[in-house]
């Protein structure tokens, strides 16, 4: 009787431990799985063609302003969203000043009356070019580029362009 009992412990001990084993290699086989699913992820993700993610990045910063038409020569239009002003210069060309201040980068108002922008933390000013007219800001309000595609106005907000001051390449014109 005794014997039977032991022997009856015996099997089901054999059959838990056969169920643990098959358990614990379909586990392993899953890590398996997931360990090559992650490496072939990170190689198509870090070793694929760079031009194709730069274009994508570029497409994705792309800010559309509006038709030239829409922005009088002579103008400062502000896009808080995108943080910039988009500006007309009295020759028709384009600018899109970053809103920060370059001395500590506090949001710098555009005072129509005065023509100029002025940063209301330490009254650093600047012109409507970016230029300073006031320290202790020592740089131009820094840059978005602009593109105009089919006479539409374009601000690229992917990447800040910082200059020391303005130059007319820095322009875009129709
Ligand atoms: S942050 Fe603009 S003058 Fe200091």
């Not at 190689?43 to 993610?53: D, M, Q, V, Y």
């Not at 949001?107 to 006031?134: K, M, N, Y």
């Amino acid at each position: 009787m005794v014997s039977w009992c032991g022997y009856g412990i015996g099997v089901a001990m054999a059959d838990i431990d056969k169920r643990r084993r098959s358990f614990m290699s379909r586990i392993a086989a899953l890590l398996g799985g997931l360990a090559i699913f992650e490496a072939g992820w990170i190689s198509a993700t870090f070793l694929g063609p760079r031009r194709s993610r730069v274009s994508l990045e570029e497409g994705l910063g792309f800010q559309v302003a509006g038709p030239v038409e829409r922005f009088e020569p002579g103008s400062v239009t502000a896009f808080r969203d995108g943080h910039f002003y988009l500006v007309r210069l009295d020759d028709g060309g384009f600018l899109a000043l970053h809103r920060k201040c370059t001395h500590l980068g506090c949001t710098v108002p555009w005072i129509a009356d005065e023509q100029r922008f002025t940063c209301p933390c330490h009254a650093s000013a600047f012109d409507i070019r970016g230029d300073v007219l006031s320290a202790p800001a020592a740089r131009a309000l820094e840059l978005f580029a602009v593109r105009i595609d089919n006479g539409i106005v374009k601000v690229d907000t992917n990447k800040l362009l910082r200059r020391a001051s303005f130059e007319s390449h820095q322009v875009t014109r129709v």
